[in-house]
């Protein structure tokens, strides 16, 4: 009804306008006051965690993509090599797991089976699992050692959103505990990094307060049958994401590529007018990156790309590049997709509601797949 959707047209609407405070709840008592992380309820003790050798992330569908990302994050922040494997194809591999090896499964639902059938594998090679999940009591953090909750609230639509950015925080918070308990060199990233995601909230709820453009341009794009989307670094697993959004719900051909494979094979998908979405990383950090990027943006102009750019608020190195420009706030590189993901959930719903098709349902899927 009207009032469940709580005045908005969609669930989905709603979902990404409670993201603000969906990110502020996953963080709730986990920040202690002196800046240092407590999670409580990961009950694997921090003995064990020090002997963890190998961390393997398994998820599907947006999941899957928030595991990409904390790839990133956990082997930075400790140091622990870091696998991510779609669910459906881990088990069938035979994957070498033991004592030492600390599996992640991240779901929505808890109740994937694809996921749930990973767990039970790694739990039978003797390896601790440690769930993600946004539903209290279901059947993956129940058959897990331990959980971490996302505290998004229940989500409606079937495409992910707000669950999605709160299993970004919880990979997060997961890195920097791991971090922290085994205490790397990162010691003062560490410290200020916890600093900026505990503010963070405040830079997802900006990001919404400029949609509109953005929305404009996915009705022009209405038309269109393909998009393509690139990044680099955790903005490749983004790129992913900001495609799966749009077969989901525009029924579109969308790709995301890794920028850097651009010239292997993709950019001979560019032509006349083709948009392309490109996530640009931070122009402090990792600048080598970015300067990487501002030439591959270059590139597919000069091809007759038409450039959909996201950049942080002060880079004015793409202006001259970028057909359209959509800014996000400045954060530390790795949490950059808690901002540059939101415009990528907009632009596919409007572009889903413009070409007339149904948000919330889309054809074919459903919210939580409960079969291998
Ligand atoms: C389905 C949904 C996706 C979701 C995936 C994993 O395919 O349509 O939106 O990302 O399942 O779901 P889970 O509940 O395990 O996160």
Same mark, same amino acid.
């Given at each position: 009804s009207a009032a469940e959707k709580g005045g908005y047209d969609y669930f989905m609407l709603k979902e990404i306008a409670e993201q603000p405070k969906a990110v502020a709840d996953t963080l709730l008592g986990r920040i202690d006051p002196s800046g240092s992380l407590t999670l409580d309820e990961v009950r694997i003790g921090a003995a064990e965690l020090r002997e963890v050798d190998k961390v393997v992330?398994? $998820?599907c569908g947006t999941a899957f993509h928030a595991g990409l990302i $904390?790839?990133?994050a956990i082997e930075h922040w400790t140091r622990i090599p870091c696998e991510v494997e779609l669910a459906s194809e881990f088990r069938y591999r035979d994957p070498i797991l033991d004592g030492r090896s600390l599996v992640i499964a991240i779901s929505q639902s808890g109740e994937t089976m694809d996921t749930l059938m990973a767990l039970r594998h790694a739990r039978e090679q003797g390896s601790k699992v440690l769930a993600i999940c946004?539903?209290?009591g279901s059947t993956i953090p129940r058959e897990s050692d331990a959980v971490l909750y996302t505290h998004a609230g229940p989500e409606v639509a079937v495409a992910s959103t707000k669950a999605f950015l709160t299993q970004l925080v919880a990979c997060y918070l997961v $890195? *920097?505990? *791991?971090?922290?308990?085994r205490g790397t060199k990162w010691g003062d990233?560490?410290?200020d990094v916890i600093r900026d995601?505990?503010?963070i909230s405040g830079a997802v709820d900006r990001v919404l307060e400029t949609m509109e453009p953005v929305r404009e *341009?996915?009705?022009s794009l209405a038309e269109k049958n393909t998009v393509l989307f690139l990044g680099r670094h955790v903005g490749y697993p983004v790129a992913l994401e900001g495609a799966l959004k749009l077969k989901e719900l525009a029924y579109m051909h969308a790709e995301g590529f890794a920028a850097g494979e651009l010239k292997h094979g993709p950019i001979a998908l560019i032509e006349q007018d083709l948009p392309v979405v490109v996530i640009v990383p931070s122009p402090r950090?990792?600048?080598v990156l970015h300067d990487k990027i501002v030439s591959n943006i270059q590139e597919i102009r000069a091809r007759g790309a038409r450039t959909i750019v996201i950049a942080e608020e002060g880079d004015e190195t793409v202006v001259p590049y970028a057909d359209h420009l959509i800014r996000i706030p400045a954060t530390p590189t790795l949490l950059q997709p808690l901002v540059s993901a939101v415009p990528l959930q907009v632009f596919a719903c409007e572009l889903a509601t413009a070409r007339g098709n149904e948000v919330d349902q889309p054809r074919n899927l459903a919210k939580s797949v409960t079969v291998e």
């Open positions: 992330i398994v $998820a $904390a790839k990133y946004n539903t209290n $890195a *920097l505990y *791991l971090g922290q308990v990233e560490i410290r995601l505990s503010r *341009l996915a009705r950090g990792r600048s």
